[in-house]
């Protein structure tokens, strides 16, 4: 008989608290006493949402899953990874493997994943919307292989699911964010993205654009420039950038290479002038908030992503059915709500 996976609701109503008191506990979040977080995870493990305290794999064989994620300066895919190998660690079912390549190079992402071809039971893929990476996608699924994309989608190839932000909804939350903190006067923007061979930036940036379009008509972009999620390449741009637009007032970085932009914003003594917003609360965003370089960052946590990819890959990979998934929270952190 299929099993039906547990929700957040179903642990609240059970342990007798609120989601928002589940979502804390199971993340790790401070702020719960510990006779409510010890109920909290003892129902989320009744209910198979998490694994037993001290379950191994003498009591449930572990499955092995591979993710492939991008390399480099990236401080977010750093952490996701490190999330990947606790959440793994804790479960003591999982047997994980991690690969890393070249984040914008879409044939060694294609060749990482028919190298698994038969070798994996489960992969977890941030996929480049390349026509050589869906045709590895395609092969790795006729193998016999589940699949789930992370952080950024693909389209029109098969895959068992999606675990990730609304990236749409993050672009239009950013462009109100913008459009509320400038002036309702005419306003020269930039954006930088990693790429646009991402769906994810690709959607952002869409979602930025519209909300523009709808609310904000009285602010324009006027240059998107991609860096590769490179903090240098992002700090020549953003230079060259400020030197060609003395009036720009806004900046939204789509991607990765915040350090950069805030390097130039901070040597041109523009930092408090220009509105900055980004992506992913790190240790280095969160210095820029506290300093007033960056004014927000729509953040996505790491952990959350990392556990809720590891159990939908091994319950897929386990022949179990799951309830319909929804995409992961994304929240606005300013330098007043910097979470600790």
Do not use: C, W
Not at 268 to 281: C, D, P, W, Y
């Amino acid at each position: 008989m299929a099993v039906t996976r547990a929700t957040l609701i179903d642990i609240a109503r059970q342990a007798g608290v609120s989601t928002a008191t589940v979502d804390r506990v199971l993340n790790k979040r401070p702020g719960v006493r510990d006779r409510t977080r010890d109920i909290v995870i003892q129902t989320a493990a009744r209910l198979g949402y998490i694994s037993q305290p001290g379950e191994t794999s003498i009591s449930r064989a572990p499955v092995t899953l591979d993710f492939i994620l991008p390399n480099g300066t990236n401080t977010f895919m750093q952490n996701l990874a490190r999330s990947l190998e606790e959440v793994s660690a804790d479960r003591g079912d999982i047997d994980l493997r991690l690969h890393f390549i070249e984040g914008f190079d879409p044939y060694a992402l294609a060749d990482a994943l028919l190298k698994l071809a038969g070798q994996s039971t489960g992969v977890g893929v941030i996929a480049l919307d390349h026509p050589v990476v869906r045709e590895a996608l395609r092969q790795l699924r006729n193998a016999g292989t589940v699949v789930f994309t992370l952080i950024s989608d693909i389209s029109n190839v098969p895959r068992e699911g999606y675990i990730g932000i609304d990236n749409r909804a993050a672009g239009r939350l950013s462009g109100y964010l913008l459009g509320r903190l400038l002036p309702r006067a005419p306003a020269k923007l930039a954006l930088f993205a990693g790429s646009l061979s991402y769906r994810g930036h690709e959607e952002r940036e869409m979602g930025f654009r519209h909300i523009l379009r709808e609310s904000y008509a009285n602010l324009s972009v006027v240059e998107l420039r991609e860096v590769h999620d490179d903090d240098e390449a992002a700090y020549t741009e953003a230079r060259a950038l400020l030197h060609e637009y003395p009036d720009l007032a806004g900046i939204y970085n789509i991607g990765a290479g915040n350090r950069g932009i805030a390097r130039a914003l901070e040597e041109s003594g523009r930092a408090q002038q220009i509105v900055f917003i980004g992506h992913e609360l790190t240790d280095h965003t969160r210095r820029f908030l506290l300093s007033g370089t960056m004014d927000a960052v729509i953040d996505q946590n790491p952990h959350v992503e990392a556990r809720d990819a590891v159990d939908q890959l091994a319950r897929t990979v386990r022949g179990e059915t799951l309830k319909a998934y929804l995409p992961i929270r994304v929240q606005a952190i300013f330098k007043e709500n910097i979470p600790e």
